[in-house]
């Protein structure tokens, strides 16, 4: 399993001198004020404890799942694929530099107000998930002669690891991309506006090793429900005897799958049971913490499991906006960045999603294992899902998956009763998935 993220591009130009700058005693320089009591607290091990940890995790997963909820799902764009982590990162460098109404904006959005040593953290997370198959890499890019303050250059990096670089041409930040998702996304932006004076810009890169391997020679072409009346065929991945964690839940009226990787992570599928609803409906009522508290032990099963490869690119001003960081686009206080007013004008995302056979080889047991009565997991129409660090149950990308085969053309359903997992789900929903997410900011008066 393959999944690749770009996150937010911060592009961000002067307003001009008519913008009225926030006012501070003149012997206190924007941006530099001292460190807090709570904040030099922070640096004890306390902060970083299994429960903090979950609780920012937790807080990273209601920000992805409210974005998601934000995002189109239609026939021209069938499935998407975000990353909450990668966002959060971005978001949470960005607050470096808010101040006022902004920085609380921003950490509301972040669902981090009442999260102390919340910077702190987050910024230890990635570490952690370095070790699980995980590479985060984050750069902030600065066009020479722009006056930045030197302390959000030494915040981002002390607490995000984003390497301060010249911003020198749309080339050189392809380049980079292409270089941190290992060649799979590439010309991630089209060109770079004179106005842009700095980017903020972070890349995830996943790739996943099954704990129980699929064997390529059992996947088989078969039919994806995509409604009532429409399908398409896929390459369908199969087991005769899969270990997973599977959980019928009646509130959420699906099924909920949690298939093991290697290295402390894994794949959660959430899809609604037959004639039970649709993603849209299951979208609101998702705990994943609260999920994962509820699966039961694993156990062998046959499994059916689509091979997917996909790719999703959006804009996401609007999702934002509508999530109410609209400010962020007009009039933000980012005086700790520069004492010349800035804004961000754009946020681009990108990414990546394969699923296939890859995977150690299974257990001897799991291979030669005869069960009397074994249960079925035939993952065959629309589904939620999310990579999660088992830690600290930080959900690492999620999205939906309404069409694993999008270059198809669907195909009428000879018999749609005998589908066992049938969504009704519509043909146009409001969910959304993503991966890559950039932001741009540019001078007032300008075009981008």
């Not at 997917?308 to 999702?319: D, F, G, N, S, T």
């Not at 800035?342 to 990414?351: D, E, M, P, Y």
């Not at 990308?397 to 009428?412: H, I, K, Q, Y």
């Amino acid at each position: 399993m393959k999944l690749c993220l770009l996150l937010f591009l911060l592009c961000l130009c002067c307003l001009g001198l008519t913008q009225e700058l926030s006012t501070v005693p003149p012997d206190v320089p924007l941006g530099e004020e001292k460190e807090t009591e709570e904040e030099v607290g922070c640096a004890g091990g306390q902060a970083f404890s299994p429960e903090k940890r979950r609780a920012v995790g937790g807080a990273i997963e209601r920000l992805g799942l409210k974005l998601l909820g934000q995002l189109p799902v239609g026939p021209q764009q069938p499935n998407v694929i975000i990353s909450p982590l990668s966002l959060a990162l971005a978001l949470a460098q960005l607050t470096l530099g808010a101040r006022n109404e902004t920085e609380k904006l921003l950490l509301e959005s972040l669902h981090a107000s009442d999260l102390p040593c919340y910077h702190h953290i987050l910024g230890a997370l990635v570490p952690h998930l370095r070790n699980t198959s995980l590479e985060v890499a984050a750069r902030t890019y600065l066009r020479p002669g722009f006056d930045v303050k030197l302390s959000f250059v030494e915040d981002s990096l002390a607490r995000y690891r984003s390497s301060p670089v010249p911003l020198v041409s749309v080339e050189e930040v392809n380049q980079w991309v292409e270089n941190c998702t290992s060649g799979h996304i590439s010309n991630f932006m089209e060109s770079l506006p004179h106005s842009v004076v700095l980017m903020l810009i972070n890349a995830v890169y996943f790739k996943g090793v099954w704990q129980t391997q699929f064997d390529p020679m059992a996947t088989f072409k078969e039919t994806f429900y995509l409604s009532n009346r429409n399908s398409v065929p896929v390459d369908m991945m199969k087991s005769p005897q899969y270990p997973l964690r599977l959980l019928n839940d009646q509130q959420l009226e699906a099924q909920i799958a949690s298939f093991p990787f290697k290295g402390n992570t894994s794949f959660l599928i959430v899809m609604p049971l037959p004639g039970k609803g649709n993603l849209s409906a299951v979208l609101p009522k998702l705990n994943i913490s609260d999920l994962y508290r509820r699966l039961p032990r694993e156990k062998a099963m046959q499994v059916k499991l689509p091979k997917v490869k996909l790719q999703y690119r959006q804009e996401l001003q609007e999702a934002l906006t509508n999530m109410g960081l609209g400010s962020l686009f007009s009039g933000p206080n980012l005086s700790g960045i520069s004492n010349d007013p800035l804004q961000v004008t754009g946020v681009r995302h990108a990414s990546t999603l394969e699923l296939s056979e890859e995977g150690v080889e299974a257990s001897a047991t799991t291979a030669v294992t005869t069960m009397r009565s074994i249960s079925l997991l035939s993952v065959n129409s629309p589904f939620f899902f999310a990579l999660v660090d088992d830690a600290s149950l930080t959900p690492l990308f999620m999205g939906f998956v309404t069409n694993p085969a999008p270059d198809r053309d669907p195909m009428l359903n000879d018999d749609p009763g005998r589908n066992g997992t049938m969504s009704d789900q519509p043909e146009t929903d409001s969910v959304g998935r993503g991966g890559i997410n950039s932001v741009s900011s540019a001078a007032a008066g300008e075009e981008e």
